[in-house]
Structure formats: structure tokens, C-alpha cells
């Protein structure tokens, strides 16, 4: 298959400076075939509406054939769909149409781990010691008298022990910063380097516009695999450089890729999940000969909080601008609890939730907080179904729950599957319109009322509200690219700053606040009532202007 990209699709430069990017995890997302998980004909059937919705580009969650120990980011083939969400075929349609409708596919990328059923795996198994296979990825023999210990002390993201002996006698061990079921890549080795550059390139003739490299700081290791010499090694993630994350040596591996990605035409990108400890260290990953953006996960992180938030903001216009790399925002993924919820809770609890707060805070804090982020210079990723103020679904049962790290101790809180349940596409019928044949996971009994068919058309609606921003962002002169915001006066709580003939005002407070009347009023978050030079701007609020 030869790259496509039709004439209607956006083909400004550099269009991913000001991106809006819609991610989609499609299990969730509409299922085509009604055997109750979300599937690419499914994907591809709605791409209209995110069309109309105002994005620029569609991130899909892994899709490729996998056992699913932890829903598709455990990869057996890497050039093959696993047929609970299709086939080539499919995935080459929906590249297609979504090219034809003026939307961008990203498609994850999953590097530094495969899945135990990967053919290579399999074969370093069944070899045993001394085969091959075995250095493409970290085997190890055991400390102890017997070999019984583990190499290192070295913990897994998702609880436990990072390494698993193999079951023959005296067996080595393998790393797995994550499930036992996904073996760590080791990158030293030139075997894994150039096949993931065939996998470049298979997806890009394909047609695909980027990738969302998954771990991104994680491919290379520390020499020696040294210990790390202390427990509860999770709460140092992000805020030190660990032995297994953010080593320099990551960097030659993306410097190679940006130069098979300047080979195509249309401005392929790829965008890098990499939790480092500040945003200096983020901005690395950015620099202009290697990947093209960078999740911000300290502003995912920021509390609702004015000085907090204005902080993030600083730091991260800054760490961007000297490697001339947009700064990008988020506030919801398929790893975290949605913000309507994180938002509806005391601040300082974490990223995973599994209380529901108060719901009508939440929405009003998520709403306002939607805005404030779509007016920073930069790209914005949106997560599905926040355009529709989804709330986390925080009371599933244990039994139905499928995250990994939820059956395992000490590792991450293991509640991602509250912000995976699919998505609710009408008021009533089979799953809301999601599929005809149920829902992989439990959907709420509310869940109608929610839903797209509920909302279009009802201008007091945060899909419509969303719908307008993206609007107004995507033709005001002021919006997207850009590198700085001038930060204006405003009272304790409020944050206020100023762009190109724009400005936006965003009260965290829970009390309305004496403001003066920035311009002329292009959009709100929540009721505003404007009654001369002055106007009382409610709290959890924030209004546009243009001047």
C-alpha cells in the first residue's frame, strides 16, 4: 500500500504546532459488529462526527493482534490487527475516509515492550538459555544461592517484582517494567532498533499522519540494570530519574525516527508519553531533530488551584520555547480518572479515583477548565467522551474489572477501567447506541442523558460547548500556535492573561468575583451576566473575550 493524503485534509506545515487531537480508545468508542467491544468499522462509522466536533486529528489506542492482558498495549504482531477490532482492510478504510473528511490518524505505538506471545518471545522461551532471542530482550540469572532472587530490585509499575523466572530448571529471569505478560525490549540489541524502524514504515505506507510512542522514556536502561536500593519505588516516578526511565540513551533511538518520518510527505509526527521529572526534562524529547511533541503530564497533574496552575503554565511555555516545540495540554486519558471527576474531589488525591465527589462541582470545574486549556498556545488532546462531560464510573464491581494493576499489590490504584466504559452515543436502545450487542464493561443507568443525541442541539450542552470553542479556536486569529501568554491583573483566584486581540479569565474560586469587562464576550463555561463596564464572573467560570 502506497501513503495517501487527499487534497480535503489539512495541509498547512507544521500543522501539529496547533493541533487539536482527539484521542479514541477504541474498544470503547462504537462497536460495528454488537459482540460488545468497540471496533475500527465502528471508529470509522463515526468519524463524522468527530469531524463536526471541530478536531484536527484522531489518536487510536492500540489496535494490533494481542492476547489483551492489558487491553492492546501487550502486542504480538505489530502488523496485524487482532480481529476483535478488525482487519487491514478495515484499518486502511478508516484511514481513508478519515483523510477525505480533513482528519489526521495517529496510531499508537507500543516500544518498549511486547507481548509474552510475541513470536520472538516465544522462541527465547522455547530455546531456553543461550538462544538468541533471549538478548533481544533481559534475561537474567538470579541472585541467591539457587538463582531463587530476583536480578535486581528493580519494582513493576503495575506492583510486584519487575522481573519472572522462567519455568525451567534453574531458569533465568526476564524484565517486565510492567505485566509479567509484556517482556521489556532490550534496545542495546540492533535487532529490536531495526525492526521497529520496519514498523515505522509499514504504518506510514500505510497512510498513518504520526505516532503516540507508548513508554517513550522508557526503551533504554541504566548499564548494568544497578539496584535501585529501596522499596515503593512507584512514588519516585516523576520525580526522579530512575535506573529503567528517562536515560539519555533514549534519544539516539528518536533522533532515527524523526529522519525516516521526514522522509514522507504531509508532516508525519510522532508524539512521546514520557513521565520525567520536570518539564526541562520533557523538553528534551522535543528538540527539533527528534520527536515532534511531548504530553504534558505536569498540567494533567495541577490541582485547581490559580497559583499552581499559573505555575505549570510558566514552566512549561519555557521549557518548550528553546527547542521551538509546541507546548501541549491535557487533562484526560484512558490512565487516568476523567477531570469531571478528579475535578468533583479534594485536591492531592492522585490521578486514580474511585470516589465520585460532587458531580455538579466536577462538571462546572471541568467545563472551565476545558476552556482555559484550548486557549493556551500550543496543541490540546482531547480524551473521548470529555466532550460530553462523562464522569468517571467509580462504583464497577471488582468483578468485571479488567486492569491489571488492579489484581496486583502495591503497584498503581488499578481503577483505569473507570474511565474506559463505553461511550453513550444515544438516550436509549442497546448500550446507548454504542453497539446492538451490550458493553464490554457495565455502562451507568444515567448514561443516556448524557449521551451525544441528548446533548446536540441543546446550547447550554458541553458537547456543544465544546463544539463552539473548537470553533472559535480554530478561526480567532488569537488561538492555537504560539509560545507565550501575557499574564494580566487579576484578584486572588482569578487568572487572566491576554493574546493576539484575545483574552481569557478564569475564576478557581468558589465565590463569583468583581471583574471589569475584558471586550466583547465570545464564550463561557456557565451563565455570565454582563451589565456594563464591570461583571461578577462566577466561580469554577472562565469567559473569552475579543479585543
Known amino acids: 500500500m502506497t501513503p495517501h493524503l487527499t487534497a480535503t485534509a489539512d495541509t498547512r506545515t507544521t500543522w501539529w504546532q496547533d493541533a487539536v487531537i ?69 484499518a486502511d478504510a478508516l484511514i481513508r475516509d478519515a483523510h477525505a473528511l480533513g482528519l489526521r490518524i495517529i496510531v499508537d505505538l507500543v516500544p518498549n515492550h511486547s507481548s509474552d506471545q510475541h513470536e520472538w518471545f516465544k522462541r527465547a522461551l522455547r530455546e531456553g538459555p543461550g538462544s538468541a532471542l533471549r538478548d533481544r530482550y533481559h534475561f537474567r540469572p538470579g541472585r541467591g544461592e539457587n538463582g531463587e532472587l530476583p536480578p535486581n530490585d528493580w519494582e513493576s509499575i503495575f506492583g510486584g517484582p519487575a522481573w519472572t523466572r522462567t519455568a525451567e530448571p534453574d531458569g533465568e529471569w526476564y524484565l517486565h517494567l510492567f505485566a509479567p505478560e509484556q517482556p521489556d525490549f532490550n534496545w542495546e540489541h540492533p535487532a529490536v532498533a531495526d525492526e521497529f524502524r520496519s514498523i515505522l514504515r509499514f504504518w506510514l505506507d500505510m497512510g498513518v499522519d504520526g505516532f503516540r510512542v507508548d513508554v517513550a522514556h ?22 526522579d530519574v530512575m535506573p529503567f526511565f528517562d536515560q539519555d540513551g533514549v534519544h539516539a533511538i528518536y533522533r532515527s525516527w524523526r529522519r525516516i518520518l521526514a522522509e514522507y510527505p504531509g508532516e508525519r509526527i510522532a508524539v512521546a508519553e514520557a513521565w520525567t521529572p520536570s518539564a526541562d526534562r520533557t523538553a528534551l524529547y522535543v528538540r527539533p531533530d527528534e520527536l ?27 521549557a518548550m520555547r528553546p527547542v521551538g516545540a509546541p507546548a501541549t495540554w491535557v487533562l484526560s486519558n484512558h490512565d487516568v480518572t476523567r477531570h469531571a471527576t478528579r475535578f468533583a474531589n479534594p485536591s492531592g488525591l492522585g490521578t486514580q479515583l474511585r470516589t465520585p465527589g460532587d458531580r455538579a462541582l466536577g462538571l462546572r470545574r471541568a467545563r472551565a477548565a476545558t476552556l482555559l486549556m484550548l486557549a493556551l498556545p500550543g496543541s490540546a488532546y482531547i480524551y473521548q467522551g470529555e466532550e460530553l462531560g462523562l464522569p468517571d464510573v467509580t462504583d464497577l464491581p471488582d468483578d468485571v474489572r479488567q486492569d491489571p494493576s488492579f489484581f496486583r499489590a502495591e503497584g498503581q490504584d488499578g481503577f483505569r477501567d473507570g474511565c474506559r466504559v463505553p461511550i453513550p452515543w444515544t438516550v436509549d436502545g442497546s448500550s446507548y447506541g454504542f ?14 442523558k ?52 484575545f483574552v481569557c479569565t478564569v475564576n478557581l474560586t468558589k465565590d463569583a468575583v468583581r471583574m471589569p469587562v475584558r471586550g466583547d464576550a465570545l464564550l463561557a463555561s456557565g451563565e455570565v451576566i454582563l451589565d456594563g463596564a464591570e461583571f461578577d464572573l462566577p466561580g469554577d467560570t472562565t469567559v473569552w473575550w475579543t479585543v
Open 292 to 318: 515532534h511533541q511531548a504530553f504534558n503530564f505536569q498540567y494533567l497533574g495541577a490541582p485547581w488551584d490559580a497559583e499552581e496552575l499559573r505555575t505549570v503554565i510558566d514552566d512549561s511555555l519555557a
Open 218 to 239: 522508557g526503551l533504554v536502561k541504566a548499564e548494568g540494570l544497578p539496584d535501585i536500593g529501596g522499596a515503593d519505588q512507584l512514588k519516585l516516578l516523576g520525580n
Open 22 to 90: 482527539y484521542q479514541v480508545y477504541p474498544r470503547s468508542f462504537a462497536d460495528a459488529n454488537g459482540d460488545g467491544m468497540g471496533d475500527l468499522e465502528g471508529v470509522r462509522s463515526r468519524l463524522p462526527y468527530l469531524r463536526d466536533l471541530g478536531v484536527d486529528a484522531v489518536w487510536l489506542s492500540p489496535f494490533y493482534a494481542s492476547p489483551q492482558a492489558d487491553a492492546g498495549y501487550d502486542v504480538a504482531d505489530y502488523r496485524a490487527i487482532d480481529p476483535m477490532f478488525g482487519t487491514l482492510h478495515d
Open 435 to 448: 453497539g446492538s450487542g451490550g458493553s464490554w464493561l457495565p455502562q451507568p443507568d444515567d448514561w443516556g
Open 450 to 501: 448524557l449521551s451525544v443525541e441528548a446533548q446536540e442541539g441543546d446550547s447550554a450542552s458541553t458537547l456543544e460547548l465544546y463544539r463552539s470553542a473548537l470553533a472559535v479556536r480554530r478561526t480567532h486569529p488569537g488561538l492555537g500556535r504560539g509560545t507565550a501568554v501575557e499574564w494580566l491583573d487579576a484578584p486572588e483566584g482569578v487568572l487572566a492573561f491576554a493574546r493576539d486581540g
